[in-house]
């Protein structure tokens, strides 16, 4: 785990609560049948919980939201996504959703990377899920979308979180963001000096301010692993970068 003090409010446990099934994936899904899985996560102790827009087209976010309506949010994490668009749809409300989910099509999702776009998602997402602060927000699927999210939801992210709506910001797949935009991001979220692109999926970060303990730092512990006072990065990516780097990861205030 990398050094830096996290700006979330509970830490970040090593399970969480996947609410897709939430929306429908797949099967039908009830409503009791929903609460009940929230009751069982929260009784084994699990106090993360994540979900998204896409999820059902943001019946997982409601159900989740109504489930958790009743615990104490101080014990708790929730994270949702940003860069899908939810826009209605009512001449297909009597088709099944395409993408997997068992509900009525009667919204249809647009991506959205921009900042208007996040801006518009995450305030419907607080309003299903019920609430006036997210702790953590993933920038989602960004796969052919790399530089609006790289130049757009991330900067839009970080202002929402020096606002206090968003406590941490994310991004899934960072390593098929373009390479220099990889790197741009990772400096404007955490403060850091990053010299230069280097390869694939990795950078040169000979500029960084080594840790006090001289100890390198992998690029896969950097984006699969990073918790700092301003982004929680969860990454899958394809990429087997070369060498280490060195950084002092959190220090921005």
């Not at 969480?16 to 039908?28: C, T």
């Not at 373009?178 to 999926?201: F, H, K, Y």
Request: aromatic share 6%.
């Amino acid at each position: 785990m990398l050094d830096g003090v996290s700006r979330l409010r509970v830490p970040m446990p090593l399970a969480g609560f996947g609410a897709a099934q939430l929306g429908n994936l797949f099967r039908e899904t009830s409503d009791a049948e929903a609460a009940g899985a929230v009751d069982a996560a929260w009784a084994a102790g699990i106090r993360y919980y994540d979900t998204a827009p896409h999820y059902g087209l943001g019946l997982s976010e409601r159900r989740l939201g109504s489930a958790l309506a009743d615990r104490a949010r101080a014990e708790m994490l929730v994270s949702t996504k940003v860069g899908r668009l939810l826009v209605p749809s009512p001449e297909t409300a009597d088709v099944r959703d395409d993408e997997g989910f068992a509900v009525p099509a009667a919204v249809h999702r647009v991506w959205d990377f921009s900042a208007d776009g996040v801006r518009r998602s995450l305030d419907a997402s607080l309003d299903r899920l019920g609430l006036d602060r997210i702790d953590i927000v993933y920038v989602h699927d960004p796969d052919d979308h790399g530089d609006a999210a790289s130049s757009s939801a991330i900067p839009a992210l970080i202002a929402l979180r020096e606002q206090g709506i968003v406590d941490a910001i994310s991004a899934e797949e960072m390593g098929k963001f373009p390479d220099t935009n990889l790197a741009e991001s990772l400096q404007r979220i955490t403060g850091v000096s990053i010299d230069r692109s280097n390869g694939e999926g990795s950078f040169d970060a000979s500029a960084i301010k080594a840790p006090p303990d001289g100890s390198p730092m992998s690029w896969n512990d950097l984006v699969s692993g990073l918790k700092s006072g301003n982004l929680y990065v969860n990454v899958h990516t394809q990429n087997n970068p070369k060498g280490e780097i060195r950084g002092q990861i959190g220090g921005q205030q």
